[in-house]
């Protein structure tokens, strides 16, 4: 119905302080306002902070190192196009830029999959809430920490994507709630249900690839 | 609070994130409940070790975003990756503030890949360059079709600015596609100088008309020929054995024996005379 004001929101969540505080967003937010003043070197000091984490997002939900690099390319030349050409500096000044690059990587990677492959995983809907069942890391050599990460790798790689981008979100980049919720576009109350279900489901898996538990 | 409440607030609590009143709620349910006490440890757990998955990228896409530039002959050449993004006869610090302006980028100067090079002296040399890497992905709308429309002009031809209007699908903006053809970033490479007016003659060129000619006729280009049907008002010739009309400049034209040669003032004559336009150089819209 009101698809103008819902629009609004969403344009004005991008805007705001808040999200800003963040240890990350914290020199984000002058970094914005320097690349669109075409400062020297404040591209390059974008790239360089927020490259990694980003690829490690698009990798979450692609599961593919290729595409991962290409979306963060893409992303890396639209930030930059939107922020010197679309946006004036009172906006760029406003923007909450780690959401803001995070999405852009979001939705990137998102059409991305939707263009490779036709078939959609379980949604993160309908599993159950009850106790989580703690996860016996194993104090071993060095080869079997490495076999333990191939394990968590591939029991990732079974989950549904919306949990895959959570996982990383949350527990890898280490996001607020607040942050996630803009990320993402959905409460931060949703989010907290999805985090905690998402976790389930790692374990799960985990479980079924034959890491011991305790029960 | 329900247990069920908890366990979805436990990752919450761990950074403080939750509101005061529900916090406090949490917390005192931990207290009793051995069940969603003992989660708090499982999420703990498993937050920590799944960061060991963060995985990096193995080469930064700094250098596919990185904006350089380089003195080829005469010339200052801007380029990303494997692509040409400007070209200014001026000096170094004029590159560096057009670019800025034009693209919004710094740049720094690093050597110029070798193929880019060749290309880039060849078409500074007048030779033939097919297909030149141009990087025009980030210029606007109408600048992008028109720039890229150009390259399809073959070497020792010439177009009306006209003809470039209508081929990017906006018959009604000669003025416009004439301000971004006078604006070319990429001169010499992308072939600017191969656009003459409509009412004959070779026109304006950003460096001066002498020059336009002179990079005319080091392409073969008969200037002299172009003015002289400039001034008789034609601007299609066809032949009489073929039935076909073309740009007096097109390979197929050129080719037309003298006696078999019929000037045309417009086209619509010409279709009129039932000549058909040329599929090559299409002086009507296909």
């Given at each position: 119905m009101h698809a103008t004001r819902v629009l609004s929101i969403m344009k004005n969540s991008?805007?705001?302080?808040e999200a800003t505080g963040q240890p990350a967003g914290g020199a984000g937010e002058n970094l914005a306002v320097a690349v669109h003043r075409c400062e020297a070197g404040a591209f390059e000091r974008l790239i360089d902070q927020f490259e990694r984490p980003l690829f490690n997002y698009a990798h979450g939900i692609l599961q593919n190192a290729f595409d991962a690099q290409e979306v963060v390319q893409d992303a890396m030349m639209r930030a930059h196009r939107a922020l010197t050409r679309q946006y004036d500096e009172a906006r760029c000044a406003a923007l909450a830029l780690r959401p803001w690059l995070f999405r852009t990587v979001r939705n990137l990677s998102l059409n991305k999959r939707r263009s490779k492959r036709g078939t959609l995983e379980?949604?993160?809907?309908?599993?159950d809430d009850g106790r989580l069942g703690p996860f016996l890391s194993r104090q071993g050599s060095e080869l079997e920490r490495k076999e333990e990460v191939e394990l968590l790798r591939r029991a990732m790689s079974l989950l549904p994507v919306d949990a895959r981008e959570l996982i990383v979100l949350r527990f890898m980049e280490e996001m607020s709630y607040a942050e996630i919720a803009r990320t993402v576009g959905q409460s931060e109350a949703a989010l907290r249900g999805k985090v905690f279900r998402s976790l389930k489901l790692l374990r799960d898996a985990l479980e079924q690839k034959g890491v011991a538990y305790a029960m | 609070m329900q247990c069920r409440s908890v366990l979805t607030r436990i990752d919450a609590l761990r950074t403080h994130e939750l509101p005061p009143i529900e916090e406090t709620a949490v917390e005192s349910h931990l207290k009793t409940c051995r069940s969603c006490g003992a989660s708090v440890s499982d999420v703990d757990e498993l937050a920590s070790v799944v960061k060991a998955l963060t995985v990096a990228p193995t080469r930064s896409c700094k250098s596919e975003c990185a904006d350089s530039f380089d003195r080829v002959g005469d010339v200052f050449v801007a380029f990303r990756g494997s692509g040409i993004r400007m070209i200014s006869t001026g000096n170094a610090d004029d590159l560096r503030a057009a670019y800025a302006k034009r693209y919004g980028r710094a740049l720094e100067q690093a050597p110029i890949p070798e193929p880019l090079r060749r290309q880039v002296e060849a078409a500074l040399e007048g030779e033939g360059v097919d297909?030149?890497?141009?990087?025009?992905?980030?210029?606007?709308d109408l600048e992008h079709d028109v720039l890229q429309m150009l390259?399809?002009?073959?070497?020792g031809q010439v177009r009306t600015y006209a003809w470039v209007a209508r081929q990017v699908g906006r018959p009604r903006a000669v003025r416009a596609v004439a301000n971004v053809i006078a604006r070319n970033v990429v001169p010499f490479v992308v072939p600017c100088h191969r656009v003459v007016p409509s009412v004959g003659g070779i026109g304006n060129y950003a460096f001066g008309s002498a020059m336009k000619r002179a990079l005319l006729e080091r392409e073969g280009v008969d200037v002299e020929e172009l003015e002289r049907l400039g001034r008789q008002h034609v601007r299609y010739v066809g032949s009489r054995t073929t039935h076909i009309f073309c740009f007096p400049t097109c390979s197929d034209a050129r080719r037309i024996r003298e006696e078999n040669r019929v000037p045309f003032r417009d086209a619509d004559d010409a279709l009129e005379d039932g000549f058909r336009p040329c599929r090559k150089c299409q002086p009507v819209a296909a």
């Open positions: 991008w805007t705001g302080g379980q949604p993160l809907e309908n599993f | 297909a030149p890497r141009v990087d025009l992905e980030e210029l606007r390259t399809r002009i073959p070497r």
